[in-house]
């Protein structure tokens, strides 16, 4: 298992976004190029949610992303269920952290987590 370490322009934009939910903030957009390593800041940010029972979803608009995304918190060793819509051998809805692409959290209009 790999130790996930973020850079530190990547802890400064995990900072500024844990500041932006405190203040009230609800949905919260980070922009950056190819590369800069917003899966790693993902990765990080739902294993801090995870490791304080909250509950956490990652979602994409490509299943290939998702994939991507399953990958990356595995090499964490972060547990999470995957959700899609003809079923995925990762499907867990009790894991605190889901994946899944937004076509099928808009199709299903359910809790990923039940």
């Known amino acids: ?7 530190p322009s990547q802890e400064k934009v995990r900072l ?6 405190r203040d ?13 390593g917003k899966s ?10 995870r490791i304080n029972g909250k509950r956490g979803i990652f979602v994409a608009d490509r299943i290939a992303l998702c994939d991507q995304a399953s990958e990356r918190l ?8 995957i959700f899609q819509g003809s079923g995925h ?9 889901q994946i899944g692409s937004v ?3 808009v199709r299903r209009k359910t809790d990923p987590f039940h």
């Not at 298992?1 to 850079?7: G, N, S, T, V, Y």
């Not at 500024?16 to 939910?21: G, H, W």
């Not at 499907?91 to 952290?97: E, G, H, R, V």
Request: aromatic fraction near 8%.
């Open 40 to 49: 790693e800041l993902a990765a990080s940010m739902l294993d801090s949610t």
């Open 1 to 7: 298992m790999a130790k996930l370490e973020l850079r």
């Open 74 to 81: 595995e090499k964490y060793d972060i547990p999470h269920g």
């Open 89 to 97: 051998p990762k499907y867990a809805p009790s894991a605190n952290i």
């Open 24 to 36: 009230g903030y609800r949905r919260v957009l980070v922009n950056s190029p190819c590369g800069w």
């Open 16 to 21: 500024e976004i844990a500041q932006a939910f």
């Open 103 to 105: 076509q099928t959290l």
